[in-house]
């Protein structure tokens, strides 16, 4: 989800709930903290995302997901990617699971970043807009940092640089 503040092109990224970064997965994607340091204090962030609901279509999912998670109503520009790969549930029965997740490329219409109903920040622990220059090096995974190099890369081919 992107939008252009004083003429400069930012992302909207989450920081999750540390619960809800086991359950992603992203636990894995963080490096280890050594016993004789201190523990990190630096966030992790990733993008908005979540499961579709039945009878839901993945970009009407796209679109609520991005509400729900980052307090922004956006409009689809186009998909990007189709994001597959297996994880190991780290909870319950510890089963494979075969996961795709489509990401959209969305515009900024209205609505204030991390205003969440209380019932989300059991996931989310904020909502940012970062300068999506800087944002795949706070992101958490590798795909997501493809996903964001193909939104510039979208920019770029529309003719929608950066003002100066």
């Known amino acids: 989800m992107l939008r252009q503040i004083s003429g400069v092109w930012h992302v909207a990224l989450i920081e999750p709930q540390k619960d ?3 359950t992603r997965g992203v636990r894995a994607a963080v490096k280890p903290i050594k016993a004789t340091r201190k523990r990190s204090s630096r966030a992790v962030f990733v993008l908005p995302k979540g499961l579709v609901d039945p009878g839901e279509k993945a970009q009407a999912a796209a679109l609520r997901e991005v509400r729900e998670e ?3 109503v956006a409009e689809p520009v186009t998909k990007l990617a189709d994001n597959k790969y297996v994880y190991v549930r780290t909870w319950g029965d510890g089963e494979r699971v075969f996961k795709i997740v489509s ?3 969305m515009r900024y219409v209205s609505g204030e970043i991390d205003e969440l109903v209380p019932e989300m920040r059991i996931e989310v622990k ?3 807009w970062i300068p ?3 944002a795949d090096k706070q992101l958490a ?3 997501e ?3 964001l190099r193909q ?7 529309q003719g929608l640089t950066e003002k100066t």
């Open 132 to 134: 999506l220059a800087d």
């Open 20 to 22: 809800e970064l086991q």
């Open 141 to 143: 995974y590798s795909n």
């Open 126 to 128: 904020r909502a940012l």
């Open 103 to 105: 990401f959209y490329l």
């Open 70 to 72: 980052t307090g922004i």
């Open 145 to 147: 940092r493809k996903v």
């Open 151 to 157: 939104a510039r890369e979208y920019l770029e081919a």
